[in-house]
């Protein structure tokens, strides 16, 4: 059963900021909010992960809102290399498993 | 963040037969995972791969089919047995980075075709 859900796919322009948003209504307290992505051929790469705070690295940035129940992903200037399947993963602190959805298709179009 | 390779990288196979993956990590980690990308779909975790005792297998999966060894912190293998076109799919291993949480990084796969 998905615990979250995330818009099937979207556009966005190169060089823009694109904002993925991501539903997890049914969190709970001792849960962290994951994001991957998984680039063409490739296996998942790492983005970020957060709790109840905002967070940001050197790839992106995680909104995540004060009921944590949906958080949004920022990638503050999307390249071309940025077309990826996106996924919001919810994960319990103490279990260690990594339930992938069907992620949200991105497009970065020039 | 860990490097990881994965040997082969792709490969096909005849239905019947058996395939062994390998998994090898830079450094020493505690938690090595196997996950099953089957064409167009998303990750499916397989099992957890255990240093020193019995993988620990997720429902839908058992050992005859999959097993798997881990012999030290470094590596583990994963087969494939008795193939079917219905295996053909991406093999992905993982693992465990203690980064302030547990951080899981993956391997880039081995693609395996079956006739």
């Known amino acids: 059963d998905a615990k979250t859900t995330q818009p099937p796919s979207m556009d966005c322009a190169e060089g823009r900021a694109a904002n993925l948003p991501c539903n997890h209504s049914?969190?709970?307290?001792?849960?962290?909010v994951y994001w991957y992505r998984q680039i063409h051929s490739q296996g998942p790469q790492y983005i970020i992960h957060g709790l109840k705070n905002n967070e940001t690295n050197e790839m992106a940035s995680l909104i995540i809102t004060e009921d944590r129940k949906s958080s949004t992903l920022i990638l503050p200037h999307a390249t071309l290399r940025d077309t990826a399947v996106y996924y919001c993963i919810v994960r319990d602190f103490n279990d260690y498993k990594l339930s992938f959805g069907a992620g949200t298709t991105v497009t970065v179009r020039a | 963040s860990a490097v990881i390779s994965q040997k082969p990288s792709r490969d096909i196979c005849q239905r019947g037969t058996s395939l062994t993956i390998q998994c090898q990590v830079d450094s020493q980690v505690t938690m090595m995972f196997w996950y099953r990308q089957q064409p167009g779909q998303s990750l499916t975790l397989i099992a957890t791969?255990?240093?020193?005792?019995?993988?620990?297998?997720e429902s839908g999966f058992v050992i005859d089919k999959f097993p798997i060894s881990r012999p030290n912190l470094t590596f583990s293998t994963l087969t494939v047995s008795n193939m079917s076109p219905e295996d053909s799919s991406i093999y992905l291993c993982s693992v465990g980075a203690r980064e302030g949480r547990e951080t899981q990084y993956f391997g880039p796969g081995t693609r395996l075709l079956v006739l």
């Open positions: 791969a255990n240093q020193g005792s019995e993988a620990t297998y």
């Open positions: 049914t969190i709970s307290g001792n849960e962290y």
